[in-house]
């Protein structure tokens, strides 16, 4: 969507994937993969994952997308989200989050976490790096390249929101200080 055509009266819905948004989903997050901020994703892997997207719409064009991956009834993780350069810092992206958001409390799933480069911007959407006893997430990159050999400690970013009105039996979630 050029910035030229882009209406910004015109509403944006966020809304689950469907089928026909195969093709678009791959095109939308084609320039992030090239700018190796998401991984590549293959047309049978989007199908296979669609379930857990949301997509952003605007004039009928998908301007922004995440999805919301389920490891347990305990724990998700926001991934694959972007929203196209020229719609940035206008609010699709935080309304794209609150979509997963919505779908873990439904499912009640107890912490959601995104591991990212953009840490204000989750920060601003409620995320924050508080664990239990400070505890982290460390990763391993394994490859060729001289970056991949080195073990990054990541904090996992986890929504408060959940903690109200909800008693979590191990108390993971606790509100920012």
């Known amino acids: 969507m050029e910035p030229e055509t882009w209406n910004p009266a015109e509403p944006v819905v966020v809304r689950p994937a469907r089928g026909g948004d195969i093709k678009a989903l791959s095109a939308l997050i084609a320039p992030f993969v090239e700018q190796r901020k998401l991984l590549p994703r293959t047309i049978d892997e989007l199908a296979l994952l669609l379930p857990n997207y949301f997509v952003a719409e605007c004039s009928g064009r ?86 991949s050999q080195v073990v990054r400690g990541q904090a996992r970013f986890r929504q408060e929101s959940f903690q109200a009105g909800k008693r979590l039996r191990n108390r993971s979630l606790r509100p920012r200080t």
């Open 62 to 147: 998908l301007v922004g997308c995440v999805a919301l991956e389920v490891y347990s009834a305990k724990l998700a993780e926001l991934r694959s989200l972007v929203v196209l350069p020229e719609l940035q810092g206008r609010g699709v992206g935080k309304l794209l989050v609150q979509a997963c958001i919505d779908r873990a409390r439904d499912e009640e799933i107890l912490e959601v976490m995104a591991i990212t480069s953009a840490e204000e911007f989750f920060r601003s959407c409620g995320f924050d790096f508080t664990l239990p006893g400070e505890r982290k997430r460390c990763f391993c990159r394994r490859g060729n390249s001289e970056e």
